[in-house]
Protein backbone atom coordinates (compact mmCIF):
# COMPACT_ATOMS: atom_id res chain seq x y z
CA UNK A 1 0.00 0.00 0.00
CA UNK A 2 2.98 2.32 1.05
CA UNK A 3 4.23 2.20 -2.95
CA UNK A 4 0.38 2.06 -4.47
CA UNK A 5 -0.23 5.30 -2.35
CA UNK A 6 3.42 6.77 -1.88
CA UNK A 7 5.46 6.03 -4.67
CA UNK A 8 2.80 5.44 -7.69
CA UNK A 9 0.28 8.26 -6.04
CA UNK A 10 -2.60 5.95 -7.02
CA UNK A 11 -5.83 6.76 -5.83
CA UNK A 12 -8.14 4.24 -3.42
CA UNK A 13 -9.91 3.30 -6.32
CA UNK A 14 -7.05 2.59 -8.96
CA UNK A 15 -4.66 0.73 -6.45
CA UNK A 16 -8.07 -1.47 -5.20
CA UNK A 17 -8.51 -2.14 -8.75
CA UNK A 18 -5.33 -3.50 -10.05
CA UNK A 19 -4.49 -7.01 -9.95
CA UNK A 20 -1.06 -7.99 -7.86
CA UNK A 21 0.14 -8.97 -11.48
CA UNK A 22 -0.24 -5.18 -12.31
CA UNK A 23 1.09 -4.14 -9.47
CA UNK A 24 4.19 -6.15 -9.81
CA UNK A 25 4.09 -4.71 -13.03
CA UNK A 26 4.67 -1.06 -12.10
CA UNK A 27 6.81 -1.75 -9.05
CA UNK A 28 9.27 -4.51 -11.24
CA UNK A 29 11.38 -1.42 -12.10
CA UNK A 30 12.09 0.00 -8.33
CA UNK A 31 12.41 -3.57 -6.98
CA UNK A 32 13.92 -6.70 -7.90
CA UNK A 33 12.76 -8.44 -5.17
CA UNK A 34 8.64 -8.15 -5.43
CA UNK A 35 7.03 -11.66 -5.13
CA UNK A 36 3.45 -11.76 -6.67
CA UNK A 37 1.70 -14.25 -4.81
CA UNK A 38 0.24 -17.32 -6.73
CA UNK A 39 -3.44 -17.62 -7.55
CA UNK A 40 -3.69 -20.64 -4.45
CA UNK A 41 -2.56 -17.77 -2.21
CA UNK A 42 -4.58 -14.88 -3.22
CA UNK A 43 -7.68 -17.26 -3.32
CA UNK A 44 -6.63 -18.02 -0.23
CA UNK A 45 -6.18 -14.31 1.39
CA UNK A 46 -9.88 -13.52 -1.17
CA UNK A 47 -11.49 -16.41 1.10
CA UNK A 48 -9.91 -14.84 4.51
CA UNK A 49 -10.60 -11.17 3.84
CA UNK A 50 -13.55 -11.33 1.80
CA UNK A 51 -15.04 -7.93 0.52
CA UNK A 52 -17.94 -6.48 1.94
Do not use: I, Y
Not at 2 to 27: H, I, N, Q, Y
Not at 37 to 51: E, I
Amino acid sequence: MRAGFGLLRLSSKDFWAMTPRELAAVLRPTSHSMNVPSRATFNALMQTFPDR
